[in-house]
Nanobody, 115 residues
């Protein structure tokens, strides 16, 4: 059973940065494309960014392109999301999963952008 553990969220002022991490040990992590998703209160979960299994192909939602960067370290079974120039609209619980999602969702990590 794949277990996804997200971390790195918190409260940040508008314009600030955060770096999220998602650990996914115990399986052939390097075989799978991975994505970050987010869910804001009252809204459906949405795809934020994706990275291919080898890390060479990246895709971003229009709302975060140019501000967020997805990366991965297959040796550490970890995928990252560097978020810069954060906006209040980025406030959400952030999750990682494969791309497309195929595993049970983790607990997520809360990101709150507020002054």
């Amino acid at each position: 059973q794949v277990q996804l553990v997200e971390s790195g969220g918190g409260l940040v002022q508008p314009g600030g940065p955060l770096r999220l991490s998602c650990a996914a040990p115990g399986f052939t992590f390097s075989n799978y494309a991975m994505s970050w998703y987010r869910q804001a209160p009252g809204k459906e979960r949405e795809l934020v960014a994706s990275i291919s299994s080898g890390g060479s192909r990246l895709n971003y939602a229009d709302s975060v392109r140019g501000r967020f960067t997805i990366s991965r370290d297959n040796m550490k079974y970890t995928v990252y999301l560097q978020m810069n120039s954060l906006k209040p609209a980025d406030t959400a619980v952030y999750y990682c999963n494969s791309s497309p999602s195929r595993w049970p969702w983790g607990q997520g990590t809360q990101v709150t952008v507020s002054s």
